[in-house]
């Protein structure tokens, strides 16, 4: 089992940078890949970017170069550094655990306006 607490969104102006915590639970967190989601109220939940348990990332291709994915195994934490950030990041944020099934937690909410 793995609980997953999210935090640190907000609300910014366009080329703001905010910083998302990930803080888990349970002692699968530091052998697995760690993802984050974001969601609109007017889309499918989108993959955001990974890390895997040996630090390699994944980023799609609207956030890359822009936000940064990190994990501290010690603190059984994950990051989200985002940078640079647009009207269109806006959404729920969520972090996921993938064992023999899904972990999610509530989410926090990243609102990019002027």
């Known amino acids: 089992q793995v609980q997953l607490v999210e935090s640190g969104g907000g609300l910014v102006q366009p080329g703001g940078s905010l910083r998302l915590s990930c803080a888990a639970s349970g002692s699968s967190f530091r052998i697995s890949t760690i993802r984050w989601y974001r969601q609109d109220p007017e889309k499918q939940r989108e993959l955001v970017a990974f890390?895997?348990?040996?630090?390699?990332?994944y980023y799609s291709d609207s956030v890359k170069g822009r936000f940064t994915i990190s994990r501290d195994n010690a603190k059984n934490a994950a990051y989200l550094q985002m940078n640079s950030l647009k009207p269109e990041d806006t959404g729920v944020y969520y972090c996921?655990?993938?064992?023999?099934?899904?972990?999610w937690g509530r989410g926090t909410q990243v609102t990019v306006s002027s």
């Open positions: 890390i895997t348990a040996s630090d390699n990332t």
């Open positions: 996921n655990v993938r064992l023999s099934q899904d972990f």
